[in-house]
């Protein structure tokens, strides 16, 4: 287990040393780091009929899609 574990943080080392400096990702402000980004879409389901809201309609359409 050991020889894993030194193997993995010399090829990890190995990446770090040889990456190109713009493959880096560039470093986040304070503004960006405490807001998460959004996963998906915003949706108004007051507005839109195909949007699901609930556990239920989600069991639902997988129900009639055969899952």
Known sequence: MAL???LESQLLELLIQTSPDAAQAPALTPMEAAQPKLAGPVV????????????SQVDDLLASLGF
């Open 4 to 6: 894993a574990a030194d």
């Open 44 to 55: 108004d389901p007051e507005n839109t009929a195909d949007v699901v809201t609930s556990q």
